[in-house]
């Protein structure tokens, strides 16, 4: 399966500031040199042409051009499958007759 993704490149002159969306994104140094702060984080990183950086999906970041540069934004692509939510198995569990089989919730 195949999915289209969004990709933008941001074109930055020399001591150009941009929010960075809230988002997991791979930041992409193409050209030109940019400094990145990380909101509730601190450490900052400068990402030089090729560079990469990833950010969480919680976070914002903000980019600094330190020069004319390019800066690419592209989603972050989950491969890993998410778990399923923990109270999925009780009703299984109960059905199968395990130790908890016939137990009802009562209020304390």
Not at 21 to 47: F, K, M, N
Not at 83 to 101: D, I, K, N, V
Request: glycine share 6%; aromatic share 6%; net charge positive.
């Amino acid at each position: 399966m195949k999915t289209d993704t969004l990709t933008v490149d941001l074109n930055m002159p020399h001591k150009a500031l941009q929010v960075i969306p809230q988002g997991a994104l791979r930041l992409v140094c193409r050209e030109g040199s940019v400094w990145i702060t990380l909101d509730h984080d601190q450490r900052d990183v400068v990402l030089n042409p090729g560079e990469v950086f990833a950010t969480r999906a919680q976070q914002r970041a903000i980019a600094y051009a330190l020069e004319s540069s390019v800066l690419r934004l592209e989603p972050v692509v989950c491969t890993r499958r998410a778990a399923a939510p923990r109270w999925r198995w009780w009703p299984q569990r109960s059905r199968q007759g395990g130790e908890h089989a016939g137990a009802a919730l009562v209020p304390v």
